[in-house]
């Protein structure tokens, strides 16, 4: 459906600038619109490069793991379905630690990984689990310390102050994380006293 939706407003744009003799107009956004795209696509392979660097020597350092160690006590209070030592714990942690360090990308991966593994935890079932509702909801709104990616987009648009944003960023990650945890929590509550 969103493919038909893309597709349809080209055509239409298309079929008015050719109505409106901009087409010339058309043409050249495009191409200028690309060349913007790689250029800010290698600012960001350079920043994600960098921070990823940053974050195995931190891993290497055990950093991390005394990171991970610290916050265990309250992802165990939000996960308490996950048994503390199962890998699944170990992937949650490290994805959160990946997001608050802005490295979005690389969190993925190990997203995946923790749903799988609470996937396994669930029996297998297609109906997602407590831990896995609440896991989606606190890494859709993360608290991010570092926003490396909007940092090297501002940098790629020679923005004369590109980390004005990490103030900005924390308080707004940090309300939206606790939001989410709070309607994650009220939900669960609720569903609970219907005894579903």
Request: charged share 15%; hydrophobic share 45%; proline share 5%.
């Amino acid at each position: 459906m969103v493919n038909i939706i893309w597709v349809s407003l080209t055509v239409i744009g298309l079929v008015f600038a050719m109505c409106n003799g901009t087409l010339q107009d058309v043409n050249e956004a495009v191409f200028k619109g690309a060349k913007e795209a790689i250029t800010i696509s290698f600012g960001l392979m350079s920043v994600l490069v960098f921070w990823l660097g940053l974050m195995k020597i931190a891993e290497q350092s055990g950093l991390l793991d005394i990171f991970s160690r610290m916050c265990r006590p309250f992802i165990s209070k939000l996960f308490p379905d996950i048994p503390p030592d199962h890998p699944a714990m170990g992937y949650i942690l490290s994805n959160l630690m990946a997001n608050f360090f802005g490295l979005g990308n690389a969190a993925t991966p190990l997203g995946i990984k923790a749903m799988e593994q609470m996937k396994k935890l669930n029996g297998n079932r297609s109906e997602a689990s407590r831990s896995m509702i609440t896991f989606l909801a606190v890494n859709t709104s993360c608290i991010t310390l570092i926003p490396t990616t909007v940092i090297a987009v501002r940098m790629a648009y020679s923005s004369k102050t590109p980390t004005d944003i990490v103030g900005p960023s924390i308080l707004a990650t940090l309300i939206s994380g606790i939001g989410a945890i709070i309607i994650d929590r009220y939900f669960y509550y609720r569903r609970k006293k219907k005894g579903r």
